[in-house]
């Protein structure tokens, strides 16, 4: 599985940016899509996680009812819309993929395929 992220940059805090995953080497089916964000000094956290062929979603506390995880079937891509962005949101977002769905879903060693990650920057 190959993943490429897209859509990062620079927003004001209050704004919303729109992330894209595009992945290839399915078929998807039972595969959880991920991302992950790492702020400077920091580790890399979870943010939200789906199951391709649906019924699965999580999001971390901290983006509950601010960021939205889908997918596009038709284009194979996940996408992350970012609403009422603050600057403790700012950090590289990845996107990342497992075989199949697990409870472990905010663990990143648990998946085994990494996008290249994209800058997001939200300013005060």
């Known amino acids: 599985v190959q993943l490429q992220a897209s859509g990062g940059g620079l927003v004001q805090a209050g704004g919303s940016l729109r992330l894209s995953c595009a992945a290839s080497?399915?078929?998807?089916?039972?595969?959880?899509l991920a991302w992950f964000r790492q702020g400077p000094g920091r580790g890399r956290e979870f943010v939200a996680a789906?199951?391709?062929?649906?019924?699965?979603?999580a999001y971390a506390d901290s983006v509950k009812g601010r960021f939205i995880i889908s997918r596009d079937n038709a284009k194979n891509t996940v996408n992350l819309q970012m609403n009422n962005l603050n600057p403790e949101d700012t950090s590289v977002y990845y996107c990342?993929?497992?075989?199949?769905?697990?409870?472990?879903?905010?663990?990143?060693?648990?998946?085994?395929?990494w996008g290249r990650g994209t800058q997001v920057t939200v300013s005060s």
């Open positions: 990342a993929s497992r075989i199949r769905w697990t409870t472990n879903y905010g663990s990143p060693s648990e998946y085994d395929s």
């Open positions: 080497g399915g078929p998807f089916s039972d595969y959880a």
């Open positions: 789906l199951r391709w062929g649906g019924g699965r979603y």
